[in-house]
């Protein structure tokens, strides 16, 4: 199938092969929207002839759930043309966002046509009439699975191409038809036999399908919405930029903010305290170099100057490694640093992280308690302990 979306994206998109361009990327979504568009309402015009013909309460349902697909995939194809508007005064980081919010609109439409199937389903046990649908017509109603679980393939693999959860969604859409369908050729074979409630009974089954599917692709639209985590894989690949570069140390508390394609990343680079600022500035524009081109948005980047030549660092260093190692609510450290020539007087600093067991537990009771076992090993040391937030990335 990917072959054959490929080949078929061809004739409608120039310079198909480029889907990581936001342009491409929508012309891909809109092209998904027409073809679901067209199929979804020659699929709804046989459903409802052969439904409307067998007197089927439930294939009449499932052909107004069809045309709804095309109301849902008319919403991908807005949502794709608005997500491309350039930024403006009200909305500086793009609109790439709307193509979530076209994701959950299509999950309302999804929960309004399982509500109505419901209730028609419920009428039909009630008041059942008798559905006499040849063999034939199912044999046509089976065609019409056929052609719409083609349907569905075609979206997900265009998804998958564009990394596109709304095309997804629109799959899912499709996905739920199928199986939507494959229950009322249950009941008009049943029906056959003189199971006559089975119409009825088979609508109920496909409301829940239209339900469970309705939440699935509600749930994958709010998490962008609100700010899902990046994925570990991601983060890693951001991390190994920074690392490839010359005089970085260490990389900490890496911050992703994504808006559709416009991705907005923080993070901080340890380097060393006898790097002038001149030097320090250009690693930092390198590492916002390479970063960038992972990401293809924005990267802030905050230096670290650590003395890693200090005598006593590697003292320190293992006694807050053994501290840590004893801590399970702690994962890392990052950021270690002694200010003052020696272990008499001065300031030890480091930040950490906490595990996810944690997270229910009062971040300044844990950097107490931590402080508390280090001041009885460098009791002339001021103790200044900080927590990582939770949506930082730190390795």
Known sequence: ???????????????????????????????EGWVSIVGNTLLFGIKLAIGLAVHSTALVADAVHTLADSATSAVVIVGFKMSQKPSDREHPFGHGRIEPVATLIISILLFVAGFELLKHSVHSILTPSVAHASYGAIAIIGLTVIAKELMARFSFVLGDLINSDTLKADALHHRSDVLATLLVMVALIASRFGYTQVDGIMGIGVSLVIFASAWSIATDAVNPLIGEAPSKEFLRQIEKACRSITDVMGVHDIVVHNYGENRIVSLHIEVSHRLSALAIHE???????VVGRITGGMVVVHMDPINR??????EVLESVQNLV?????????HDL????TNLSRGTLLFDITLADEAADEDPEIITQEIASRLAVIYPNLELLIKVSPRYSYNP
């Not at 030549?309 to 590697?314: E, F, I, L, T, V």
């Open 1 to 31: 199938m990917k072959t054959f979306a490929l080949w078929f994206a061809s004739f409608f998109i120039r310079n198909h092969t480029r889907t990581t361009d936001p342009e491409i990327r929508a012309r891909y979504g809109i092209l």
């Open 337 to 340: 640093r002694l200010v003052g």
């Open 309 to 314: 030549a200090h005598p006593n660092y590697s």
């Open 283 to 289: 690693i930092a524009e390198d590492v916002e170099e």
């Open 325 to 333: 190692s004893e801590e399970p609510r702690v994962l890392t450290f």
